[in-house]
């Protein structure tokens, strides 16, 4: 057995430091496999969910697609002009073709760090690797949908996403559920890497569904010169949402920017922070939240801005609005 696998073992009933807590055994692991198929092959609700969340059917307006129903990988390519430039794989095909992945593997977000991540590595469904280049400065942005189609599932993903150096580019990732789904767990993980002198912006949409509960886990490491820009929007009500994003601007100059904005309502519980820590000259970070919580939604917006070095500079905002006497 992996060391990954006795770590995950042991965290299986690991509470997580924040958010409530969730039996996970109610969700269900039988899904509907689906086969591979062009994004026209899909039926048309599934696109439309889709696009609410960012999809573009046509793929001339992106430069690679990765769209995943359930458990199964249905779609994924890269437009062939852009073919030497990004790479878009299932994370399952990216371990098996480079064995320098493993060091990437389980690397900034920890296997044992609670049940959520022990739950992703013991029952792992796919995910997406993503890749520019070093020197690709791609314009046009990279597409993935996280898709649960069945009612009640468990749907647990890794992800890897790497900007090699004096890379540029944009990927918009957008997760959401068919309208016949009424709850379920989707447990996100993905792992940046932001190398020298690159620039990723990431922006993720989420549009689930009333019952739904949420568990993203979320590392970056920013190097040299090298800027990440993440973008969440979540603005449809969940039951839970608790994730707690933390950065690592390890390289001189190296910059990190969150972006978040929130909409609660009914009962959801949003709970939503950011941490980035400054660990060379020159880095920088920007923290800056929009919250908006009515019904008997409680929303809890963190932030913690750590310095470890001397000459680097941070700064948190957030600010939040009530439309009723019962939000938080």
Known sequence: MSSSKERALQARDKLAALGPDLDVSRYSRKSQEWSNCPL????????????????????KERVATYFQIDHSVVFRSVQRMFEGKVEVLSSNEALKKYDWLKEYWWNLVKVDTDKYTALTELNWDQG???????????TLPLQSCLFISTDNLNQNV?????????????????????SNV???????????????????TFTMVHDWAQNFDVRPRTGALIEDGATFINNYICLRPVESLQMYPVAYCKGVDSR??????????SDSHLDVGTKVVLQNEGARAEVISRAVAKDNAQIYARGFLLGEHRNTKAHLECRGLLLSDMAL
Do not use: W
């Open 40 to 59: 026209s092959y899909l039926p048309e609700d599934i696109v439309k969910r889709s696009s609410d969340v960012g999809m573009v059917r046509d793929e």
């Open 182 to 200: 009424n709850r379920g767990l989707h447990v996100g993980v993905s792992e940046f890497y932001i190398k020298r002198n690159a620039k990723l």
């Open 158 to 178: 890794h992800n890897i996403i790497i900007a090699e150096p004096d890379s540029e580019v944009q990927i918009i990732t957008g997760c959401t559920a068919h």
């Open 256 to 265: 990190a920017r969150f972006n978040t904005i929130l909409y609660g309502s």
């Open 128 to 138: 997406y690797f993503i890749r520019v280049l070093e020197g690709q400065k791609v």
